[in-house]
C-alpha cells in the first residue's frame, strides 16, 4: 500500500509558496490529510478519486517536510468524514520540497476598487451574506487565496511544457493571513496585499450602462479601463514609498467592487474585462460579479468546486451563460480574472489555451472529480487527470518564457539574456538574402518565431534559455528560409500564404507578412561599383510607400564615399551621397566631387563626413506613414537625430555579417514616404 507524487520530485524547489500536487494511491478511495512542516499551518484534508488525488499545500520559505496520510473516508456536504470504522490502515508518505521566494521578480498589484460612495458589497445571494458576508474584508480573503490559486495554476503549466516551477508572484505583505479558517486570521505571514483604493467616480457612474463592456450599445466601453488607470495613477502618487509600483512599467490587476448584475438589462455593469497599457502602467480589470462563489481559503476549496447549488440569476449573472452553478460561476469567473491577467503579461490571444473559454474548466486543475454540470448537463466524472484540465497553449507559455516576472535562480547566470531588455529594446528587423531566406536582427534576441497559416500559428520556432533548459538562447541573428519554414509545416498547411511573427526579448515584435515571399526576388544592377552586374537583395519597406518610386540609388560612385548629406526638417526629405575623386584628408565638396540623390534637395541639411579609415554602416531610421528622421551609422560613430526624432517606431537599415548595404530605393514625395535598403554579399 502506498502513495505517490508524479508530479514534482522530492526535494524540488518550487517558487511560489502554494503548490498543486498530483498523484496516485494503491487505495481507490479515501480521504488524504496533509500535515505541513513544523505545523506552521493548519493541516489540510483532500480526496482520492479511482487512484488519484490532487494536493493545494502550503509551504514556508526554505526546506518543508510534508506528511500525507490517506484514511478512510469521504467528503459530506463539502466537510471530511472519516470512515473510524475501516479495516484499512493508513498509508502515509512523508515529502520534501523547498520554497525560494523570488523577491528580486518585478510582482503584480492586485487592487480592490471601490466607487468613492460605495457601500462596499458585492453581489452575493441570501445564503452566502449569511454565512461569509460579502463586504471588504470577505472581497479580500476571496482574492488572497483566487491569487494563491492562479500562482499555483501558473506553476504547474509552465513545468508541464519543461520550463521548471516558472510563476508570476503577486505583491505580498507581512500581514494577518486568511489562507486558513482554522487560524481565525490569527497568524501574521507573507501574504498577498490587497490594495484598496478609492475611485473619484460614483456607484451611479460605475454602474452606468454606457460604460458596461458587455453592452454593446455603450457609448464608452473604454471608461471603466480608463478610470481605473487614473484611481491607480493617483494611489501611486499618494503613496510613493510603495516598491511593487516603482519601476519602468508597474502591473495593477484590478477588481470592481461595484460591479452589479441588472436582470431588467440582461446586463452586468461595472464590469470590463480587460488589459493593456494605459501610458507606462500596465493594468488589467475585472468585475467582482462572480466573487460570491470564490472560495476564501483552503477549507472551502472542495465545497466552493462542488456545490452544485443553481446559480440565482435574480441577483447574481450567469456570466456569458457558463456560471448556472455555484462551482461554475467560481471556474467561470476566477478563469476569467486569470485570462485577462494572462493579457496584461503581454500577448495577442494564442489560437488556444486558458485565453479561450477553455478556462470552464478551470476547476479540474485543483479537483480529482469533476460535479455534475448544468451548463453542459454533464453528470460529473472521475478520475480528473491531467489531460482533462484547462492549459495555456505552448505559444502562450512560450511569451511567458522570458518575463522579468518568471525568473528563476538559473536565468541570472545565462548570459544569453538581457534582463534590461525592455529599456533597450528595439523591433527586430529584417532583410532578404540569397534562396528565398530572410536575416532577422535584433539587439536583445529573438527566441520565438511563429509560423501563421490561415490565420492562426501552425508551427514555432523556440529558442529556449541555455542555462535551465540547454537551448540556444534568444538569438540575435537569426536566417530563416522558406523551404525550411515550410517543413515545419503540416502536409495540409504548406504552399499557403504564411506569414511570420517573430518575438524577442523586452517585449518587441516583428510581423513579416506573406507577401514578403514574393518580392525576396534579387536585384540585379551594377550599383555603381563598376564591376558589371551583380545581384542584390532588397530590406523590408520602411514607411508607407505611396508616391513616386525613386528606382535604384547606388550609395557609392566614381570616387570614394566622402560625405553623407542629409535634408530633414520635420521629417526626412532626402539623401546625398557625396563622392571625392582620389584621396584627401579635407573635406571641401567643389567640382572634384559627384554624388548621388535619394530624395529632395532643400535648403535645410546636415553633413556627415566620412573621415579616412571610417567605413558607412547604415541608417536608424523613425518612420510610420512617412520617413520621420535618419541617423547615420559608421564604424565609427552615430550621429544624433535628424529630422522629428520622436515620431513614428523606430528600425534600422544595416548589414548583417558578410553583406555590404550599397543602394537605397522607395517612395518620395514632397518628403520621403518609404526607403528600403539593397545588399549584396561581399
Known amino acids: ?103 528580486e521578480n ?73 489562507l486558513s479558517s482554522q487560524e481565525r486570521g490569527s497568524v501574521q505571514r507573507e501574504t498577498v496585499k490587497v490594495h484598496i483604493i478609492r475611485m473619484d467616480q460614483t456607484v451611479a457612474e460605475i454602474q452606468d ?52 448584475w441588472d436582470p431588467n438589462q440582461d446586463l452586468i455593469l461595472g464590469h470590463a474585462a480587460l488589459a493593456g497599457n494605459y501610458g507606462k502602467l500596465r493594468l488589467t480589470t475585472f468585475g467582482s460579479q462572480g466573487l460570491w462563489s470564490w472560495p476564501s481559503c483552503y477549507e472551502e476549496l472542495y465545497s466552493a468546486l462542488s456545490d452544485c447549488t443553481r446559480t440565482d440569476t435574480s441577483v ?18 476566477l478563469g476569467g480574472f486569470l485570462d485577462v491577467i494572462g493579457k496584461h503579461l503581454y500577448w495577442p490571444d494564442p489560437s488556444d489555451g486558458i485565453f479561450l473559454p477553455t478556462y470552464s474548466t478551470l476547476n ?67 532583410i532578404g538574402v540569397e534562396n528565398r531566406s530572410i536575416f532577422v536582427t535584433s539587439n536583445t534576441g529573438i527566441y520565438l518565431v511563429e509560423v501563421h497559416v490561415d490565420g492562426e500559428a501552425r508551427a514555432q520556432l523556440e529558442f529556449q534559455p541555455k542555462r535551465s533548459n540547454n537551448g540556444p538562447g534568444p538569438q540575435k541573428e537569426l536566417k530563416l528560409s522558406y523551404s525550411d519554414l515550410q517543413n515545419n509545416l503540416d502536409p495540409e498547411y504548406q504552399g499557403k500564404p504564411m506569414k511570420l511573427v517573430i518575438l524577442s526579448l523586452g517585449l518587441k515584435q516583428l510581423v513579416v507578412e506573406s507577401d514578403i515571399w514574393e518580392y525576396l526576388e534579387p536585384v540585379h544592377h551594377d550599383f555603381g561599383l563598376g564591376g558589371g552586374m551583380l545581384e542584390g537583395v532588397s530590406t523590408e519597406c520602411h514607411g508607407v510607400p505611396r508616391a513616386d518610386e525613386t528606382g535604384i540609388i547606388p550609395i557609392y560612385g566614381p570616387g570614394e564615399l566622402s560625405c553623407i548629406r542629409v535634408y530633414h526638417g520635420d521629417a526626412l526629405d532626402g539623401i546625398e551621397f557625396i563622392h571625392r575623386k582620389g584621396k584627401s584628408h579635407h573635406h571641401k565638396f567643389h567640382s572634384s566631387k559627384s554624388s548621388t540623390l535619394f530624395g529632395n534637395r532643400t535648403q535645410d541639411y546636415s553633413d556627415v563626413p566620412i573621415y579616412d579609415g571610417e567605413s558607412f554602416v547604415g541608417f536608424k531610421i523613425r518612420c510610420g506613414a512617412w520617413v520621420d528622421a535618419v541617423q ?23 548589414a548583417p555579417t558578410g553583406y555590404q548595404l550599397v543602394a537605397l530605393r522607395g517612395t518620395v514625395g514632397p518628403w520621403v514616404n518609404s526607403i528600403q535598403g539593397i545588399y549584396i554579399r561581399r
Open 1 to 103: 500500500m502506498s502513495l505517490q507524487i508524479f508530479n514534482q520530485a522530492p526535494g524540488a524547489t518550487v517558487f511560489n509558496s502554494d503548490v498543486i500536487l498530483h498523484g496516485g494511491s494503491s487505495e481507490k478511495y479515501g480521504l488524504i490529510q496533509v500535515r505541513h512542516h513544523q505545523g506552521n499551518f493548519p493541516p489540510q484534508t483532500f480526496e482520492v478519486n479511482s487512484n488519484h488525488f490532487k494536493l493545494l499545500v502550503h509551504l514556508v520559505e526554505g526546506e518543508n517536510e510534508l506528511i500525507f496520510t490517506q484514511y478512510s473516508g469521504k467528503f459530506v456536504n463539502g466537510v471530511p468524514h472519516y470512515d473510524q470504522a475501516s479495516r484499512y490502515k493508513p498509508i502515509q508518505l512523508i515529502y520534501h520540497l523547498y520554497y525560494r521566494r523570488m523577491v
Open 106 to 178: 518585478p510582482s503584480i498589484n492586485l487592487c480592490l476598487l471601490l466607487a468613492k460612495d460605495s457601500p462596499g458589497v458585492f453581489d452575493s445571494p441570501k445564503n452566502k451574506i449569511n454565512t461569509e458576508g460579502n463586504n471588504v474584508n470577505t472581497a479580500v480573503r476571496k482574492l488572497r487565496f483566487g491569487a494563491r490559486l492562479m500562482e499555483a495554476f501558473m506553476t504547474e503549466q509552465m513545468r508541464r511544457n519543461g520550463f521548471g516551477n516558472r510563476c508570476f508572484r503577486f505583491t505580498e505583505e507581512f500581514s494577518y493571513d486568511s
Open 209 to 260: 450602462p454606457n460604460v458596461a463592456q458587455q453592452n454593446s450599445d455603450a457609448d464608452n466601453p473604454m471608461g471603466l479601463f480608463e478610470w481605473a488607470a487614473d484611481a491607480i495613477r493617483q494611489y501611486i502618487a499618494d503613496n510613493p514609498h510603495l516598491e511593487s509600483f516603482k519601476g519602468e512599467t508597474p502591473k495593477a490587476s484590478c477588481m470592481f467592487m461595484d460591479a452589479h
Open 316 to 333: 447574481c449573472a450567469n456570466d456569458c451563460n457558463k456560471g448556472e452553478s455555484a462551482w461554475e460561476a467560481a471556474t467561470i469567473s
Open 364 to 430: 479540474r486543475s485543483f479537483m480529482s472529480r469533476e460535479f455534475p454540470c448544468k451548463r453542459t448537463g454533464e453528470l460529473g466524472y472521475e478520475p480528473v487527470l491531467s489531460t482533462d484540465e484547462c492549459n495555456w497553449s505552448r505559444l502562450s507559455i512560450m511569451r511567458f518564457l522570458y518575463l522579468p516576472g518568471l525568473r528563476i535562480p538559473a536565468d541570472y547566470h545565462d548570459d544569453t539574456i538581457i534582463w534590461n531588455a525592455r529599456e533597450i529594446a528595439e523591433e527586430p528587423t529584417f
Open 632 to 654: 547615420v551609422v559608421t564604424n565609427k560613430k552615430v550621429t544624433p537625430w535628424y529630422g522629428f526624432a520622436d515620431g513614428g517606431h523606430g528600425a534600422v537599415i544595416e
